[in-house]
C-alpha cells in the first residue's frame, strides 16, 4: 500500500512538473517574433457617459507580454462603476483630473459626514473609505480583486490608459483578462475576442406548461443585468443584504442602457478633504482677484483727484510741479506693481510651492519605508499610497535642455509596486531628440504614445530590426525584455509616451553607459578599434541616454 501510495505520489510531482515546463515554454514560444506593429485599439464600448477602448489581447506582441490593454474615457460628472480583477492594473492618467475611490477589505470607513441637530439626518449619515485625487500625469496602481470607481469632477474629458497585468502571478485564473462589475449592465463585452461562451440549454418538452415556465425563466433571465450581482436571485440577495426584494432588482440593473459609464447629472457629492481643500482654495483666489480689482479701482480713483487738484491749483512753482508729478506717479504706479506681484506671490507661489513642498515630504517619507526600515508604524493597505505623478518637470529623473527628461516610478518610489511587480517610465522628447539605444535587462515594456509623433526601432538578438517605423498619439509597441530600442522625436513636434514595464524594480542597459564601464583594451580587441577611436566611444557626447540631436535629423 505504502508503494503504491508513493508511486502515485511521485508521478502526480513529475506531472506537474512536466505541465509547468510545458507552460513556461509555451509562454516563451510567443515571444519568438519576427516582427513586431504598432497596436491600436481593435475594439470600443459606448456608454452614457464615456467610451471604452480596448487592445485585442490575442495579438502576438501582447501574448509575449503576457499583458492587456484598455483606454477610458469619462465625461465630465461621468461615474465609472465599481469594478474589479484578477490581474493588478497600472493606469496612467492622461487628461483630465478626478477622484478614485477603493473598498479595501478590512479598512474602516475613515471619511464620515459631520453630526448634525436633526435626528433623521443623524441616521441618513453617510461614512465611506478613504477618497483620493488624481490629475494628469499620475500613475496609480490598483490591487487585484479590490473594487474601485472613478469619477471626472473637471471641465475636460478624463483619459486614461490602463494595463492589466494578466500574467501576473497573483492571477490565480487564466491568462484571459477578466473585469467583474458589481453595478450596471453590461451591454457589450469590454474583450469580446475572449469572451466566455456559455451553451444553452436545451431540455426535453414537457407539456405546454412546463414550455410557457420555460419561455418566462429565460425572458426572466434575459431581463436582468450583466453584473456580478445578476447571478443571484432578487429573493436571495434582499435576504442577504437585509432590505426589501423591490431594492435587490435594483441592484441587478435590469434594462438599464447606460452602460458601465454613467452620468451624474447634479455632480458627485462625497466626503473628501482635498476636494473641500481645493474649493477653499478656488474660492481664496476668487477673493483675491475681486479685491485686487477694487484696490485697483481706487488706485485710479486717487490718481484721477489728484490730478484734477493738480489742474485747479495754479503755484508759481508749476514747472517744477510738472517735473515732480510725472515722478511721484511713476512711483505710484511701481508701488501698486509691486503690491500686486506680492499678492499674487503669496497668494500662488505660495499655494503652489506649499503643495510641491507637501507631496515631496510625501515622497521622502515613501522612500524612507521603502528602505526596509521598520519601526512598528509602517503603512497598512487602508493608508497605503497608491499614486504618484512623473509627468511633473521636478520629477525627472534624467534631464537634457535641449533634448528632454525621463522619469521613473517603481517599488522604491511607490512600495506597493512590490507586491503588483510593475513599474513605468514617462519620457518626453522634443523635437529631434533622441533616447539613445537600450534595453530592459528583467521586464517586457509596453510604449503608448501620449501626444505628437516620432520614430523607434527595436532589434533583436539576431542583430535583425524587428520594429522601424514611425509612431503617433494613441499607437502601442510592445518591446521584448532584451531587445534593444531608440526613439527619436519627430522634426515637425516633439514626443511624449509612457511605458509600462512587468518589474517593480525594471533595470536598463544603455550602450553608452555599457561602453563607459568597459576596459579600453576589451572594446579595442572586440571591435578591432584603435585607442583614439575607443576613447571617442567612452567619452565624446553626452553621458545620459538623452541625445541632442543634431542639425540634419538622423535615422536610427
Known amino acids: 500500500m505504502a508503494k503504491h501510495f508513493l508511486f502515485s505520489f511521485c508521478l502526480l510531482l513529475f506531472t506537474t512538473a512536466c505541465l509547468a515546463h510545458h507552460s513556461e515554454l509555451d509562454r516563451f514560444n510567443k515571444c519568438q517574433l519576427d516582427s513586431i506593429n504598432a497596436l491600436e485599439p481593435d475594439h470600443r464600448v459606448e456608454s452614457q457617459a464615456g467610451l471604452t477602448e480596448t487592445w485585442n489581447p490575442n495579438h502576438p506582441e501582447l501574448q509575449c507580454a503576457g499583458v492587456s490593454l484598455m483606454r477610458r474615457t469619462i465625461d465630465p460628472n461621468g461615474l465609472h462603476l465599481p469594478s474589479y480583477s484578477p490581474s493588478p492594473q497600472l493606469i496612467f492618467i492622461i487628461q483630465g483630473k478626478g477622484v478614485l475611490g477603493l473598498a479595501v477589505p478590512g479598512c474602516p470607513e475613515t471619511y464620515e459626514e459631520p453630526r448634525s441637530q436633526s435626528r433623521q439626518q443623524q441616521q441618513q ?22 473594487p474601485y470607481w472613478t469619477y471626472n469632477y473637471g471641465d475636460e474629458p478624463l483619459v486614461a490608459i490602463s494595463l492589466l497585468d494578466t500574467s501576473n502571478t497573483l492571477n490565480q485564473l487564466d491568462s484571459t483578462p477578466r473585469v467583474f462589475y458589481l453595478g450596471g449592465n453590461l451591454l457589450e463585452a469590454e474583450f469580446p475576442e475572449t469572451q466566455e461562451q456559455h451553451p444553452q440549454r436545451h431540455s426535453s418538452p414537457i407539456g405546454r406548461r412546463g414550455g410557457q415556465q420555460q419561455q418566462e425563466e429565460e ?16 429573493e436571495f440577495l434582499a435576504h442577504s443584504l437585509d432590505t426589501k426584494e423591490e431594492t435587490a432588482k435594483k441592484l441587478q440593473s435590469p434594462r438599464d442602457q447606460r452602460g458601465q459609464i454613467v452620468k451624474v447629472e447634479k455632480g458627485l457629492h462625497i466626503i473628501s478633504s482635498e476636494l473641500q481643500e481645493e474649493e477653499q482654495q478656488e474660492e481664496e483666489e476668487e477673493r483675491e482677484q475681486r479685491h485686487r480689482k477694487d484696490s485697483e479701482r481706487e488706485d485710479e480713483d486717487e490718481d484721477e483727484k489728484e490730478e484734477q487738484e493738480q489742474r485747479q491749483t495754479k503755484h508759481s512753482k508749476k514747472e517744477e510741479e510738472d517735473e515732480d508729478e510725472p515722478r511721484s506717479h511713476e512711483s505710484r504706479k511701481w508701488k501698486k506693481h509691486t503690491e500686486e506681484k ?79 511587480r510593475l513599474s513605468a517610465e514617462y519620457v518626453l522628447l522634443y ?54 530600442v531608440a526613439q527619436q522625436a519627430g522634426n515637425e513636434e516633439g514626443l511624449e509616451y509612457v511605458v509600462f514595464k512587468t518589474n517593480d524594480r525594471a533595470a536598463v542597459s544603455h550602450v553608452k553607459q555599457v561602453f563607459r564601464a568597459t576596459p579600453a583594451e576589451v572594446l579595442a580587441n572586440a ?15 553626452n553621458r545620459g541616454p538623452l541625445v541632442q540631436p543634431q542639425s540634419q535629423p538622423q535615422s536610427l
Open 125 to 146: 449619515r453617510d461614512s465611506h473609505q478613504k477618497i483620493r485625487r488624481f490629475s494628469k500625469g499620475d500613475v496609480i496602481a490598483i490591487p487585484p480583486g479590490i
Open 342 to 420: 506680492k499678492r499674487e506671490s503669496h497668494g500662488r507661489g505660495g499655494e503652489k510651492q506649499e503643495q510641491e513642498k507637501k507631496e515631496e515630504e510625501e515622497e521622502e517619507i515613501q522612500r524612507q519605508h521603502s528602505k526596509g526600515g521598520k519601526n512598528g508604524l509602517e503603512e497598512t493597505i487602508c493608508s497605503s499610497k497608491i499614486r504618484e505623478n512623473i509627468a511633473r518637470p521636478s520629477r525627472a529623473d534624467l534631464y537634457n535642455p535641449r533634448v528632454g527628461r525621463i522619469s521613473t516610478v517603481n517599488s522604491l518610489t511607490l512600495p506597493i509596486l512590490r507586491k503588483l
Open 431 to 484: 523635437r529631434n531628440g533622441i533616447y539613445a539605444p537600450h534595453w530592459n535587462n528583467n521586464a517586457n515594456s509596453l510604449l503608448y504614445v501620449i501626444r505628437g509623433q516620432g520614430r523607434v526601432r527595436i532589434v533583436n538578438s539576431q542583430g535583425n530590426p524587428v520594429f522601424d517605423d514611425k509612431v503617433r498619439k494613441g499607437q502601442l509597441v510592445v518591446v521584448p525584455q532584451n531587445f534593444v
Open 219 to 234: 425572458s426572466e433571465e434575459q431581463n436582468k443585468g450583466k453584473s456580478v450581482l445578476s447571478g443571484f436571485s432578487a
Open 527 to 541: 571591435f578591432g578599434l584603435r585607442k583614439s577611436e575607443v576613447a571617442q566611444i567612452k567619452y565624446n557626447g
